[in-house]
T-cell receptor, first 114, second 111 residues
Framework: DVKVTQSSRYLVKRTGEKVFLECVQD?????MFWYRQDPGLGLRLIYF???????EKGDIPEGYSVSREKKERFSLILESASTNQTSMYLC?????????????FGNGTRLTVT | GDSVTQMEGPVTLSEEAFLTINCTYT??????LFWYVQYPGEGLQLLLK?????DKGSNKGFEATYRKETTSFHLEKGSVQVSDSAVYFC??????????FGAGTRLAVHP
């Protein structure tokens, strides 16, 4: 079974802090994604990566950056956390070359910015 | 741009009731369509999918048919169980890598 592991289940940070959310997958997938989930808005794509050191902006990249130094790890960075970034963050991965393959999700990190 | 619209919840049903969760989409071309489910405290997992018009996806008693003429992909189950209580997301694949999700519909099933 594919396993996508997010390092923290819950995180509380202060406004202005730099925040790192970590995600690791164990299936050698090329594609990795960061979404945020908010009530009534569903999931919105922040960034995705289709290879090591490659990244693409999603629909809501403002205030975020990402890092993909190794194939299995995809980090989401909040350069200066703000209260409107309080949300549930979901990481996902999928293999490339298989257009209809499902995304495999981690269990999420619930971030609260105070 | 591409988008997915699904019925607002919560949907509250008694055990063994019939379930329909409506989903419609707007997309250029012929996207693949998906239903994902999120159980409490977990990430999303794929429930079923359909990749072309008139395809029917099915899994765990759930079904959805890809209707190009009505741009719909409604989720149905003939007899729900308490264990089906979860949030259900309709999604379409837009471009090679991108999934676009609806807002989600919370289902609560009572004994």
């Amino acid at each position: 079974d594919v396993k996508v592991t997010q390092s923290s289940r819950y995180l509380v940070k202060r406004t202005g802090e730099k925040v790192f959310l970590e995600c690791v997958q164990d299936m050698d997938h090329e594609n990795m994604f960061w979404y945020r989930q908010d009530p009534g808005l569903g999931l919105r794509l922040i960034y995705f990566s289709y290879d090591v050191k490659m990244k693409e902006k999603g629909d809501i990249p403002e205030g975020y950056s990402v890092s993909r130094e190794k194939k299995e790890r995809f980090s989401l960075i909040l350069e200066s956390a703000s209260t409107n970034q309080t949300s549930m963050y979901l990481c996902a991965s999928s293999p490339s070359g298989q257009e209809n393959s499902p995304l495999h999700f981690g269990n999420g990190t619930r971030l609260t910015v105070t | 741009g591409d988008s997915v619209t699904q019925m607002e919840g919560p949907v509250t049903l008694s055990e063994e009731a019939f379930l329909t969760i409506n989903c419609t989409y707007t997309a250029t071309g012929y996207p693949s369509l998906f239903w994902y489910v999120q159980y409490p405290g977990e990430g999303l997992q794929l429930l079923l999918k359909a990749t072309k018009a008139d395809d029917k996806g099915s899994n765990k008693g759930f079904e959805a048919t890809y209707r190009k003429e009505t741009t719909s992909f409604h989720l149905e189950k003939g007899s729900v169980q308490v264990s089906d209580s979860a949030v259900y997301f309709c999604a379409l694949r837009s471009g090679y890598n991108k999934l676009i999700f609806g807002a989600g519909t919370r289902l609560a099933v009572h004994p």
